[in-house]
């Protein structure tokens, strides 16, 4: 979660960072588990059998089984172990072990947050998954990999890995990675406040498996997860409860206790329990420590420096987060690094040391490309203005040394001569720095532009034309009113229950393959789509550009929505749901605008907005429900039918009619009825 960059704000204890959900979930699903639960062979016997054993098929078992016990004691032997492993396993043609051996090396240097060596092996080790078609390998890398992405904060990337392994879980009926899929899962809901309901689905979903086959670590990660979702609502006594469980979980199992401490140390914060927090935070640091583990360090020494500002304890703070930018900066976590600068930007203004406090405000606002082109530019003129001083200056010099020449002749030629030399490599260079710094400059001007144009594209996807425009123009987009604008809702009957039996991939390709099809009709009837909110689709006719025509613009459109729902009913395409949808629409002023500064948002606010909203919660599947505003605008052009009226939330009583047939056929949807 990230924290406003302003310069002096005070940071919040529910607030601060944390790592991501499901920051080691990569634990739980690296095959290892079972093997932890049972009582681990002491790591001496091992090395015993290793010296002695004689068959190569024995050494190779056994060095994966220490690379295994020792990842994360000593992740430095855990790789030599693995190492060893792998070598032995491509002399004798083991793909399945060196697999494994790949995966372990990966996960010794996961501990000591080197993520680059994290990423090439595990790669390597699922391309050996896939070739032997080893699908628990598959779930259990694609998991990882989806993990490692999603702790660098690219949630898609994330994503995609986890649906996967999600998707070989359920081919395989392996529980607990069907627990570690569903957590991963919610990970990423957690990461939108909008989806916090559907991520806690998934949490409890994994706590229940996990509880089932009594994973210890799985049951940590679950609970942990639990935890932060009631941490973010602000219900402390239920997220204590939920971290005390992980922290239980984690200790018996040697897990991540250092993040349940830090959450625990987080919530007691967040309660104003200072005293408390700093002691589990401080207990996170001792054990992260004790791992070297300098991720975990990191994030336990942000939650300290946190709590101490909250606590007024700001130099101590300071100092605080220093530590934990260094750390940062040695494992490359922008998160943590990000956590330490604004931590230390709330410190250094708390004390009135203003300019430190701006130093670290700027380091999170260095780069932008306009101050990048106006910095490379100054940069040319300063060479250029540079140059043209020190050739005067050297014009001078010769006209010195001229005169001085003409008292000793002797040493004439050999000081000319010299001093041509210099100046000859002087301009060479001097010139080649030029224009080398032209040809940067030029590069890199295109560069801006073809990132520039990229932006550009993006915006016009979130905004229309016209506000786009603006938007560039001024910075700002004011709000509009349009007197007579109809909006139309959608959304599919029973989606709910739907969600609950259909895997996540299904579900959501079925969403897509239906909203690509409204975007196009929308886009027929010059409609203006607003957003989709889970199963319900919104749009708008009457603006940006004002026209007359827009309610039954909305009406033509909606009954192709519909029959377009019919149709995949009937045809019941490969992987599509078939759904039931309801439609309804209402006509009346709205205002319209933008609003968010990191991500935009196009929307519409007012009465004929909830009034739409309720239309279509009052109306039955495959049916157009419209309200009075619209039917009297639209009842000489199509045959409706009255329903009666309806309550709204001000009281007021609301006529409901069923749009039948248009009394005059429409060639765009000629046979749709």
């Known amino acids: 979660m990230a924290i406003a960059k302003t310069l002096g704000r005070k940071i919040s204890a529910v607030l601060a960072p944390g790592v991501k959900r499901a920051y080691l979930l990569l634990i739980l699903i690296l095959g290892l588990t079972q093997a932890m639960q ?15 054993a004689k068959s190569d098929t024995l050494r190779l078992r056994t060095l994966l089984e220490l690379s295994t016990l020792t990842f994360r004691s000593d992740p430095n032997a855990a790789i030599a172990y693995a190492e060893s492993a792998r070598q032995l396993a491509g002399k004798l043609d083991d793909q399945t072990s060196l697999a494994y051996a790949l995966k372990n090396i990966g996960l010794a240097y996961y501990i000591k947050g080197d993520y680059f060596e994290v990423l090439e092996n595990w790669q390597r080790s699922l391309e050996i998954f896939e070739a032997i078609d080893d699908r628990l390998g598959i779930s259990n890398l694609t998991s990882n990999v989806g993990a490692v992405y999603f702790n660098q904060g690219d949630d898609p990337k994330a994503l995609e890995y986890y649906l996967r392994s999600l998707q070989v879980s359920e081919q395989i009926n392996d529980s607990l990675r069907i627990a570690t899929a569903l957590n991963n899962i919610g990970a990423v809901y957690f990461n939108n406040k909008n989806t916090h309901d559907r991520a806690l689905d998934y949490y409890l979903r994994a706590l229940s498996i996990s509880e089932r086959v009594n994973d ?34 984690y200790e018996q199992s040697g897990g991540n206790a250092p993040y349940a401490l830090y959450n625990l140390g987080k919530t007691y914060a967040a309660k104003g329990e200072y005293r408390k927090s700093l002691e589990y935070h401080r207990r996170a640091y001792t054990v992260a420590a004790g791992r070297e583990a300098r991720l975990e360090m990191a994030t336990a020494l942000v939650g300290t420096g946190q709590t101490q500002l909250l606590s007024q304890q700001i130099e101590q703070a300071a100092e605080t987060f220093k530590r934990a930018l260094s750390l940062a900066r040695e494992v490359g976590s922008l998160v943590r690094m990000k956590d330490a600068y604004e931590g230390l930007t709330e410190a250094y203004a708390r004390q009135a040391d203003y300019q430190e406090a701006f130093r670290y405000q700027s380091l999170l606002n260095s780069i932008r490309d306009t101050l990048y082109t106006i910095e490379k530019d100054n940069r040319i003129q300063s060479l250029q203005f540079k140059f043209d001083i020190e050739k005067k200056e050297n014009q001078i010099a010769m006209l010195n040394i001229d005169n001085a020449l003409k008292e000793v002749q002797i040493q004439r030629a050999f000081t000319v001569r010299n001093l041509l030399y210099a100046l000859a490599l002087f301009l060479i260079c001097t010139v080649a720095g030029v224009f080398y710094q032209y040809w940067f400059a030029k590069k890199s001007n295109r560069l801006i532009q073809k990132e520039r144009n990229r932006s550009e594209r993006i915006l016009l996807n979130i905004l229309p034309s016209d506000t786009a425009e603006e938007l560039k123009q001024n910075g ?18 029973r989606f709910t229950e739907f ?74 395409p ?84 069923f749009v039948d047939r248009p009394l005059v056929e429409n060639p765009e949807v000629a046979g749709v009825f």
């Open 499 to 572: 969600a609950e039996h259909y895997p996540p991939t299904e579900l959501v390709k079925s969403l897509d393959f239906y909203f690509r099809a409204f975007d196009e009709i929308t886009s027929q009837y010059e409609l203006e789509k607003i957003k989709t909110i889970g199963d319900s689709y919104m749009c708008v006719g009457g603006l940006p550009v004002i026209n007359d025509t827009n309610p039954a613009d909305a009406i033509y459109a909606a009954f192709e929505m519909a029959e377009f729902v019919r149709s995949v009913k009937i045809e019941q």
């Open 476 to 493: 700002f987009v004011k709000a509009k009113r349009y007197e007579r604008a109809t909006v139309l809702f959608t959304d599919f009957k």
């Open 574 to 657: 490969e992987g599509i749901i078939p759904f039931e949808m309801r439609v309804g629409l209402s006509t009346g002023p709205v205002v319209a605008g933008v609003v968010g500064t990191k991500k935009f948002q196009y929307d519409i606010w007012g009465p004929t907005v909830n009034i739409a909203s309720r239309m279509e919660t009052c109306s039955e599947p495959g049916r157009i429900n419209i309200s009075a505003f619209t039917y009297e605008l639209i009842r000489n052009q199509f045959a409706c039918t009255y329903r009666g009226v309806i309550e709204a939330k001000n009281g007021e009583q609301l006529k409901m009619y």
């Open 38 to 52: 049972a009582a681990d062979p002491p790591v001496d016997s091992l090395r015993t059998i290793l010296e002695t």
């Open 216 to 249: 210890l670590e799985a049951i940590g990660t679950s609970a942990v997860n639990l935890g932060e979702i009631y941490q973010d609502k602000r219900d402390f006594e239920r997220a204590i409860f939920y971290f005390e469980k992980a922290l239980a979980a």
